[in-house]
């Protein structure tokens, strides 16, 4: 079975551009997390996505976005970017409906703002 | 008080012997924990879940939980230098769905 893929997986932006990342879960996962990893913060939750709603949110401003279709693809949106959002931005899918559920990552996309 | 604490080592042991890892979290309604390991420019890898108190064995990992003392550790036998990387303890809170919460890792260095 394939992994989770993420696209790009590079990316270099200037301060206020926006930004899309992309996210194809492993099959028949239904649920798609992202995450936001920096060298001072860590891994830290950004929002998660179910059969197309947005079942978890991190704290995160509103600059930071998500969806996902009807496929489970899940995309995120940030805008206005900012110097502090260069990250490691982290898709993770998992497949349980209920609580519990064991994620597995992808690549990640490495952002970088100048 | 983060809601979950690991050493950030580096912790550093010898070819061949034991690593211990340990997280504590805050949350006592936490319901899921898992060990994920990060190779340095990688994304986090699952090495174990574990939901019940005990032990959970898994080739040479053994996850070890303590809902009582809020503790959760990752045991490593016979040690290997590939196994060099920052291991990161994450939790589930009230099964929450997909949220995890993550310690800021420990880095194993192991030393042939």
């Known amino acids: 079975k394939a992994g989770v893929t993420q696209t790009p997986r590079y990316l270099i932006k200037t301060r206020g551009q926006q930004v899309t990342l992309s996210c194809s879960p492993i099959?028949?996962?239904?649920?798609v997390s992202w995450y936001q990893q920096t060298p001072g913060q860590g891994l830290q939750f950004l929002f998660e996505?179910?059969?197309?709603?947005?079942?978890n949110k991190g704290n995160f401003p509103g600059r930071f976005s998500g969806r996902q279709f009807s496929n489970s693809r899940s995309e995120m949106n940030v805008s206005t970017l900012e110097l502090g959002d260069s990250a490691l931005y982290l898709c993770?899918?998992?497949?349980?409906?209920?609580?519990?559920?064991?994620?597995?990552f992808g690549p990640g996309t490495r952002l970088l703002v100048l | 008080q983060k809601e979950v604490e690991q050493n950030s080592g580096p912790l550093s042991v010898p070819e061949g012997a034991i690593a211990s890892l340990n997280c504590t979290y805050s949350?006592?309604?936490?319901?899921?924990f898992f060990w994920y390991r990060q190779y340095s420019g990688k994304s986090p890898e699952l090495i174990m879940f574990?939901?019940?108190?005990g032990d959970k064995e898994d080739g040479r990992f053994t996850a070890q939980l303590n809902k009582a003392s809020q503790y959760v550790s990752l045991l490593i036998r016979d040690s290997q230098p590939s196994d060099s990387a920052t291991y990161l303890c994450?939790?589930?809170?009230?099964?929450?769905?997909?949220?995890?919460?993550f310690g800021q890792g420990t880095e194993l260095s192991v030393k042939p």
């Open positions: 994450a939790v589930n809170k009230n099964n929450q769905g997909g949220k995890l919460i």
């Open positions: 099959s028949g996962h239904r649920s």
């Open positions: 574990i939901y019940s108190n």
């Open positions: 996505y179910f059969s197309e709603t947005q079942r």
């Open positions: 949350d006592r309604g936490s319901q899921s």
């Open positions: 993770a899918s998992s497949s349980l409906a209920g609580g519990g559920e064991t994620q597995y």
